[in-house]
């Protein structure tokens, strides 16, 4: 949290003065004269400079749909004060999508596919070994490893709840990475770095903000990387698709029309959209605030998130099934 007078000493440092401020989550609102800004702190350096890169790169190849960083008075874009490192952005005006509505999923979607032709190409210059802090992040090759990482954590959790579900969870998730393994992984990853392509990394509603012009704008760019795109794509179907097929069909149709799917990525996106991602991410932020699921709990996700049926489905899909 901020207080006013630290506020107004970091916007000294960008030569504005704000009339009122507001804490929104993570950020703080300011009202200026002129416009309205969002500030955001940050304990380090970390990803920072990809991020700023990132967003240039993304104007560069004429992709507006995402915030815009104002410069501090030495005309750099991350200011740093008392130890911490600070990031100002033009407010954007809107709402959170709404996923539950169709025609927003798929604008969500259609414009994610958007910043995919733009998130390409990005030569970003390696720090020195004295700054690791603002190293990119390089993730090409992670995403069998990533999938691997929440299996071994479904089996410990299944020694830990003893619930048929989390038996369930470890077999759909061990014919999810079966099937990974003999997509052309290394060869989708090998592409993508040779096209220095990144993501967003955190491409979800709370990220997005739908302007009253039915525009969708990208904030919050903290978990940027280089990546192979797809992962923001597996990402987007995972949280929404429930145990729906024909709205996971539906998501990769609306994505295809825009940035057409490459065998290889359609081979890669549906053995990990088959992968009880959900389930796994409902036990995974209770015991991060501490808790336990309960047995109701494990029951209720293993009813919303666990379908044998739709895993097939989904890993049966074939791309003209998107025409």
Not at 86 to 91: H, I, M, T, V
Not at 99 to 114: D, G, I, N, P, T
Not at 292 to 305: E, V, Y
């Amino acid at each position: 949290m901020l207080n006013d007078q630290l506020v107004n000493r970091i916007l000294d440092l960008y030569g504005i003065k704000a009339k009122r401020s507001k804490q929104i989550g993570p950020v703080v609102r300011l009202v200026a004269d002129k416009h309205i800004f969002a500030l955001k702190q940050y304990d380090s350096l970390e990803g920072l400079a990809f991020q700023v890169a990132a967003v240039r790169h993304l104007k560069a190849r004429k992709f507006q749909h995402c915030l815009s960083f104002v410069p501090a008075k030495n005309n750099q874009p991350i200011a740093q004060f008392q130890g911490k490192s600070y990031l100002l952005s033009k407010w954007i005006t809107g709402r959170c999508p709404n996923v539950k509505h169709w025609s927003e999923l798929r604008a969500m979607v259609q414009e994610l596919a958007r910043f995919h032709l733009a998130s390409v190409g990005l030569e970003f210059e390696e720090q020195s070994m004295e700054h690791k802090e603002l190293a990119a992040k390089t993730n090409w090759h992670k995403l069998p490893l990533q999938m691997e990482d929440k299996l071994q954590q479904l089996k410990l959790w299944r020694k830990d709840y003893a619930h048929p579900g989390l038996d369930k969870a470890v077999y759909l998730a061990d014919k999810s990475l079966e099937q990974l393994h003999s997509a052309p992984c290394l060869e989708l990853a090998e592409q993508e770095q040779a096209g220095k392509t990144f993501v967003h990394g955190d491409y979800n509603f709370p990220n997005l903000v739908l302007r009253n012009d039915n525009k969708i704008f990208l904030i919050d760019l903290d978990n940027a990387s280089y990546h192979v795109r797809l992962a923001d794509l597996i990402h987007v179907v995972q949280r929404n698709w429930g145990v729906n097929v024909d709205l996971a069909r539906r998501m990769m149709r609306e994505y295809h029309k825009i940035r057409s799917l490459r065998p290889a990525e359609f081979e890669v996106l549906t053995a990990a959209v088959s992968f009880p991602a959900q389930y796994w991410r409902m036990i995974h932020l209770a015991r991060y605030k501490g808790k336990h699921p309960s047995a109701k709990q494990l029951d209720h996700w293993s009813h919303l998130f666990l379908s044998s049926r739709a895993a097939h489905q989904i890993r049966q899909l074939r791309m003209k099934q998107l025409v």
